[in-house]
T-cell receptor
């Protein structure tokens, strides 16, 4: 076990709705990254937070937003859900550094948009 | 062209066989990661390396920085090794990972 938890495990939403996914980082980690993994694909980077500030963003529209809290837990919010948002959403925590720190992944939240 | 390419996409082997999965990347890195993903989604980090070779049990990872190439080897493969193996790179300055599409490994008893 990595010590990174995510909730909920599974979620079904309707197109146009909004969703909030949650991630609790491993103790001592100050950086969290969110990834989207479509079926049969590798994970795609959504964004990263370091000490409550966004620290890099992938090619995702603004309706994907996030927050990191003082205890380093994090949320991913997606507005105006589309069918293509159906995917496994993974968060990963690490210590900030020069890309030299191992990342610890949560079990993921599987989102289905109908 | 993806920044991280893996081969093969799918690999089926008999129990006991020596397995090699390859990864190449197109730009410089600070580290190359090998990860394992089982059905259900959870991802586990196997190795992070920036030079040379690392070994953990029956798993060995190597990297050639000049050739921008890494390999993951599994010795004496076992059905419990069946999973998707993904390589990913991280760049200097942040912890973002860029992933390959993964290799689905199936070990037949």
């Amino acid at each position: 076990e990595t010590g990174v938890t995510q909730s909920p495990t599974h979620l079904i939403k309707t197109r146009g709705q909004q969703v909030t996914l949650r991630c609790s980082s491993q103790s001592g980690h100050n950086t969290v990254s969110w990834y989207q993994q479509a079926l049969g694909q590798g994970p795609q980077f959504i964004f990263q937070y370091y000490r409550e500030e966004e620290n890099g963003r992938g090619n995702f529209p603004p309706r994907f937003s996030g927050l990191q809290f003082p205890n380093y837990s994090s949320e991913l919010n997606v507005n105006a859900l589309e069918l293509d948002d159906s995917a496994l959403y993974l968060c990963a925590s690490s210590l900030a550094g020069q890309g030299k720190h191992e990342q610890y992944f949560g079990p993921g939240t599987r989102l289905t948009v109908t | 062209k993806n920044e991280v390419e893996q081969s093969p996409q799918n690999l089926t082997a008999q129990e006991g066989e020596f397995i090699t999965i390859n990864c190449s990347y197109s730009v410089g890195i600070s580290a190359l990661h090998w990860l394992q993903q089982h059905p259900g989604g959870g991802i586990v980090s196997l190795f992070m390396l920036s030079s040379g070779k690392k070994k953990h049990g029956r798993l060995i990872a190597t990297i050639n920085i000049q050739e921008k190439h890494s390999s993951l080897h599994i010795t004496a493969s076992h059905p419990r090794d069946s999973a998707v193996y993904i390589c990913a790179k991280s760049n200097f300055g942040n912890e973002k990972l860029t992933f390959g599409t993964g290799t689905r490994l199936t070990i037949i008893p």
